[in-house]
């Protein structure tokens, strides 16, 4: 995962940016707000995965010096992708998309292509983004190949990340021994996923860790998390981007 090494404070700005592509809902709403309240508790209780069945935790946490790796989940969308391609662009910082296999057709291949010739990675987010520690293990095998096979049309796959960060030993199993993918989580939850559907403002019901003062504040909870950690990997992704 490319980190860019950056002040802190740039994310400020970078994620102000990003936060007007954000949108969309979701019937599962409760479900994926379930999920990812449950990262969010593996990722703060931290504890040691001596197994390396966490999709949560990321393996490396010796601490990012005060550097952030962006990476963006759920696409590609032919409308926010481009848009957020471009704000990387513009500012001179490269990404990680994290992409789901069954939105890639004929529109969006050629935002695939600009990923690569622009310098970022693309990584694996399953093909449905199902809760992939709830399926048979026949269908985690699928869910991964088919997103492995398409990446692999136009990089090496090197990175996967579960979606909501939901795994088990078996599951990581499949996706490091048997697809040899590196299993990537998170050290920043913008929140993004709650805060899209009501215009900017994550209300408590949805994600009970974002703190009242920053419920209609994306970016804001964001640098909190980022400058209390310094540094980490900050997942930015509910809005399909």
């Known amino acids: 995962v490319q980190t ?15 936060s007007l592509v954000l949108g969309g809902c979701d019937e ?40 952030v790796a962006l990476t963006f989940d759920d696409g590609p969308n032919t409308t926010s992708t ?28 050629p935002i695939l292509q600009r990923i690569i010739d622009e310098g970022h990675i693309l990584a694996n987010h399953s093909h449905q983004h199902k809760n992939l520690s709830q399926q048979s293990l026949g269908t985690v095998r699928d869910q ?5 096979d398409i990446i692999g049309e ?8 579960f979606p909501y960060g939901a795994s088990t030993c078996n599951t990581a199993g499949i996706v490091r021994d048997e697809y040899g993918q590196n299993i990537t989580g998170w050290n920043v939850d913008s929140g993004d996923w709650c805060f899209a559907p009501d215009n900017g403002y994550c209300p408590e019901s949805r994600f009970r860790h974002v703190p009242d003062g920053f419920r209609n504040d ?16 900050v997942q930015i992704g509910r809005a399909h981007v």
């Not at 860019?4 to 990003?18: E, H, K, N, Q, T």
């Not at 969010?40 to 999709?55: H, I, M, R, T, Y």
């Not at 136009?154 to 990340?161: G, S």
């Open 218 to 233: 994306m970016p804001g909870w964001t640098m909190q998390q980022v400058r209390s950690k310094g540094g980490g990997i």
């Open 154 to 161: 136009y990089a090496t796959p090197e990175f996967f990340r």
């Open 82 to 109: 481009p848009q957020v391609l471009d704000t990387l662009r513009d500012r001179g910082i490269k990404a990680t998309f994290f992409i789901n296999g069954n939105r890639v057709n004929d529109s969006t291949r």
């Open 28 to 67: 599962h709403e409760a479900e994926e707000s379930e999920a990812f309240n449950e990262a969010f508790d593996e990722l703060e209780e931290g504890k040691a995965d001596e197994n390396g069945c966490s999709g949560v935790l990321t393996p490396d946490r010796s601490g990012f010096g005060k550097r």
């Open 4 to 18: 860019c090494a950056l002040p802190i404070y740039w994310l400020a700005a970078g994620a102000v940016s990003m």
């Open 144 to 148: 991964v190949k088919r997103t492995h």
